[in-house]
């Protein structure tokens, strides 16, 4: 039996290079192909010869990522079955750090091929500025020490996937005990909060000992690749052409400036509703005024048919797309024992369509987690007709984009999940969800600046230097009696370890999606077709332009922030 919930899906172009039945996860088969393509580029006479072997280079580019994106799809959905993790391990192992440096040896070929500045140059500029970047950043004994990172992020997935407790007689998902806290029961929020909170602590160590070696190998490669330390590399690896660290620390300011204030008032209400001398960390996901949780669906069916009538009211394109992913099953959206944490859309490359993950356990913020990957998802969709491979996808800053801003227009439909008064207490909650999550973007940036810019740190010296901006960023909340808890929240976010120094363009993208609902108040239709637009041109174009695409400034400092913040606190007054 698959372990996908799809089949085999027709490539959305026939094949015209890679063979039809070539096994994808089998180096000695792969390799031929390489061979043939790398003797073809230096036959390329002309500028038309260059691009046809570029489309030949894309097919097989995105034949070898589908295959490494159903792998991943498999061992994510079944974390603890062997053969989905084994096969997995396999591509990560045997492929991935043979194909590295051939895939290098092309782009240096291409860097270096008569015709590369004969290509037309609006079309070629994104990519060819990436592509050297690349180049020049390669290093062939960095290959190995990231397929020991890739290994150990796995055993982190691992470790957090096994996570359970035993809730009143019954084993629980960490994720299944988020429920509740959102129950009215002050005593049973705590009880389920510390329950949690000391499962993870028991798992400490191993997460500390898993983080020591990432940093160990993440250092290493940066210093491989000539740079003094892990972070002006991961910006450069990035392609962060457009903003810098020091672009980054303003934005950490404009936060804590524009931002903390309205975070601190929102505490402050929470705190006043619920009658309580001080907020505790497991007050924080309750309704204030103590009302039962919003129940959105009990079936994940219904979560889907009801986010199916969302995208029939916004756009018959879009609802098209997310009827697709449907009809070719291309969803997994509810919680088990045994599926790896979080929610991510992942593109399946040669068919050219998008697969989504979730652990939906009935909650609002499965909700908003539905209409973000579909987000994404409608991303993939708007550039299937792109050939050349890397342009199918944006930089991350505008990925998110596309994610954020689907939730905050989807958001306008919410009745088809809620009666008024409910939909515009999951707006209220939404809202307040998107300036609260600020903080903790601004947090896991600056925290990430600092580890990588502080060689051979202590696990002590860590500790505190997260601790100072729990101090600046983490709002009024009383962790009195869990100083531990707190010390080490950073565990959760997987993002650190898997991948470092991807969060600040949520922070970036956030700023982009509220322009986005901001130019929506203004001219709904024409809103709309920006976005549209902008997700049409995937990756092909420099990142302000993506954002001006959208109607959007690509700035993130206090003069952008403060409009926006404005429209939101003025928008939850209503609510």
């Not at 991807?502 to 970036?508: A, D, F, K, L, R």
Request: charged share 25%; hydrophobic share 40%; net charge negative.
């Amino acid at each position: 039996m698959s372990l996908l919930p799809f089949g085999k899906l027709a490539a959305h172009r026939p094949r015209t290079f890679v063979p039809q039945n070539l096994n994808l996860g089998d180096w000695p088969q792969i390799a031929p192909l390489f061979d043939q393509i790398e003797t073809r580029a230096v036959q390329a006479a002309s500028a038309v010869e260059l691009e046809k072997w570029l489309l030949d280079w894309s097919e097989l580019c995105a034949a070898l990522d589908e295959e490494a994106s159903r792998r991943y799809i498999a061992m994510t959905c079944h974390t603890d079955n062997a053969d989905a993790e084994k096969a997995y391990l396999h591509f990560v192992e045997n492929v991935e750090p043979q194909l590295k440096p051939r895939q290098f040896a092309l782009e240096k070929i291409y860097v270096a091929h008569p015709q590369f500045n004969q290509l037309p140059k609006a079309r070629y500029e994104v990519f060819n500025r990436d592509v050297k970047n690349h180049v020049e950043l390669f290093r062939p004994e960095n290959v190995a020490l990231e397929t020991e990172e890739a290994k150990l992020a796995q055993q982190y997935q691992k470790l957090i996937g096994a996570q359970t407790v035993t809730f009143r007689g019954e084993e629980k998902t960490l994720v299944q005990m988020g429920r509740y806290l959102e129950e009215p029961d002050r005593a049973l929020r705590q009880e389920a909060w510390e329950l949690v909170a000391k499962r993870r602590l028991v798992d400490v160590d191993k997460c500390e000992a898993i983080f020591d070696g990432l940093i160990e190998l993440r250092t290493q490669i940066a210093k491989n690749a000539g740079f003094e330390n892990y972070r002006d590399y991961a910006h450069r690896q990035k392609c962060r052409f457009d903003y810098t660290p020091e672009n980054c620390f303003q934005f950490h300011d404009a936060v804590e400036k524009e931002i903390m204030p309205a975070v601190r008032e929102i505490q402050n209400e929470r705190q006043r509703q619920l009658k309580l001398e001080k907020l505790r960390p497991w007050d924080l996901a309750v309704d204030p005024q103590n009302r039962p949780p919003l129940k959105p669906f009990v079936q994940v069916g219904e979560m889907v048919a009801r986010t199916q009538k969302i995208f029939n009211h916004l756009d018959a394109g879009l609802a098209a797309g997310f009827q697709q992913m449907q009809d070719l099953k291309l969803l997994d959206l509810d919680n088990r024992k045994g599926k790896a944490p979080g929610g991510y859309q992942s593109t399946l490359s040669e068919a050219r369509v998008p697969f989504i993950f979730m652990n939906a356990i009935g909650l609002q913020r499965d909700v908003e987690t539905i209409l973000h990957e579909a987000g994404h998802a409608f991303h993939a969709q708007a550039t299937r007709d792109e050939d050349l491979y890397p342009y199918r996808s944006a930089p991350i800053e505008f990925c998110e984009v596309a994610s954020m801003a689907m939730e905050l227009l989807g958001n306008e439909f919410l009745e088809e999940f809620y009666p008024t008064a409910e939909a515009n207490r999951a707006r209220k909650t939404h809202l307040e969800g998107i300036i609260g999550f600020f903080p903790w973007m601004a947090t896991v940036d600056a925290f990430q600046h600092w580890i990588y810019t502080h060689a051979g740190h202590t696990r002590a010296e860590r500790k505190a230097a997260y601790l100072k901006l729990m101090d600046r960023f983490g709002g009024d909340v009383d962790y009195s009696g869990f100083e531990e808890v707190r010390a080490h929240s950073w565990h959760r976010q997987l993002h650190i370890f898997l991948h470092p120094f991807y969060y600040v363009e949520y922070g970036i993208a956030q700023l982009g999606a509220l322009q986005v609902w901001a130019n929506s108040k203004a001219d709904k239709a024409k809103a709309l077709a920006n976005y549209k637009k902008a997700l049409a041109l995937g990756g092909s174009r420099p990142l302000p332009e993506l954002f001006a695409a959208a109607g959007c400034k690509f700035q993130f400092d206090a003069a952008t922030i403060k409009p926006l913040i404005q429209l939101a606190n003025s928008e939850l007054k209503k609510l």
